[in-house]
């Protein structure tokens, strides 16, 4: 890259910083709770004019739920076109009396600006735009743009597929950018080139009219005991799948995958230290409990509860009994298959009162660390960080990935432009960004799109 252009990038930043962290500042304070439905139109509005103000011809799109923005920059039908997604809800605020400020009157506290959204997402999509402003500025940026950014993601993203396939045309591109999470806990620059898939499970047991006294437990079925018996045959005490074939289309990590994977910074010790654990269900060296981690299928048992749990005891067999489940799914497999196999595992327990509904899926989604847009944006972060970047072949978790690849055959991965995740407090009390984190998203961003252009036709 012409390093004209990367001072111009600094010097300009350098006098714009005020006013980029005023626009995050008011973005910010407005409380867009998608969980309760909250400001969902006026931050919609609020943003599609935003991106107005920077010549990107906006348009709201609505759903039967928050509406989406989506807005498209054109600097020339030769030239190629980069689609970036994020999203401008957040989660509620919830314990409010644990932070520090008003989670939507943002502060500058020690050089980290607090309020909810700071990091996840409305940080992220600041910096993108601040970007885009400080590219335009420094120099003539041969790309095309389009951005869609949701007001679902913090509940499942449920009208984002329908949005991606009745837009597909619109939203078609050479390119994908997915900004979300943060920079690495070493303060290196970092990226997600796909995610895990995801299948949500509701496991209910409902046996009799109402609970009854225990003296029957001889003749009287106990859906509390269904349930672990359901749960016990799912998985065993050795962490493997008991699900018939569940695991059979799995593909191991690549030799590409486990190079990026040797070079990611990870301390078992101070992980279990984090997380307060005595051990970890896989031992072995960083790279192999990281290759674990990304690419093992999982079968989680994330809520449960029957009968009687207060205080004392109350003597009585529980006529009702309710798990909640989430599959992750890695490369190699599908919603539709995993589902296929979980019904029919658990339908071949016979267990009269159990049933099994199907709360929501995911695919998994994994883009090539050789994809010319990858390499654009490793030298990008080398540029704007000047480190070398944390380049992780999935996340641990779900996401919105998958819905791009398929539909509209453009490679999409993933990269934080807001605080560590150990810090940020995303989804917590006290979310937060720090300024210069904050900074160095923008410069990235202004880089990869003069990257990206000279990468021609």
Known sequence: ????????????????????????????????????????????????????????????????????????LSKGTSYKTLLVYGHYDVQPPDPVTLWKTDPFEPKVIDDHLYGRGATDDKGNIWAVLMGLKTAVAV????????????????????????????????????????????IHESGRPQMYLGNKGIVKVELRVKEGKREVHSGHAPLIPNAAWELVWALNATKDRHNRILIEGFSTSVNPPSEEDLKLLAM????????????????????????????????????????????YYGEGS??????????????????????????????RHFESLGLDGLSCEFLGSMEPSKTSPNAPSVKAAIESAREAYGSEPVVWPLLDGSGPLALFTPCLKVPMFVVGLGAPFSRANTHAPNENIGLNEFYR?????????????KMGR
């Not at 799914?329 to 599908?334: I, K, M, P």
Request: charge should be negative.
């Open 1 to 72: 890259m012409n390093c004209s252009i990367n001072e111009e990038i600094e010097r300009h930043l350098s006098l714009n910083r005020a006013s980029y962290l005023e626009g995050l500042k008011e973005f910010v304070s407005i409380p867009s709770v998608s969980a309760k439905g909250t400001g969902m139109t006026e931050c919609a509005e609020w943003l599609a004019k935003a991106m107005q103000e920077l010549d990107i011809k906006t348009e709201i799109l609505p759903t039967a739920g928050s509406p989406a923005v989506y807005g498209e």
């Open 139 to 182: 120099g003539d940026m041969k790309l095309n743009l389009k951005f869609l950014f949701e007001g679902e993601e913090e509940v499942g993203s449920p009208h984002l597929p329908d949005i991606v396939k009745t837009q597909a045309q619109r939203l078609s591109a050479d390119y994908g950018l997915l900004c979300d999470r943060g």
């Open 264 to 307: 990611i910074p990870f301390d078992p010790e101070n992980f279990r230290q984090e997380y307060g654990i005595k051990k970890t269900l896989k031992d072995g060296s960083p790279q192999e409990m990281l290759a674990h981690l990304l690419f093992t299928p999982t079968a989680n048992i994330s809520g449960m509860a029957s009968g």
């Open 314 to 343: 109350k003597t009585v067999i529980p006529n009702e009994a309710i798990a909640k489940m989430d599959f992750r799914l890695v490369d190699g497999q599908t919603s539709g298959e995993a589902k296929e196999k979980i019904g």
């Open 441 to 453: 998203g923008i410069s990235f961003m202004a880089n990869y799109y003069h990257r990206l252009g």
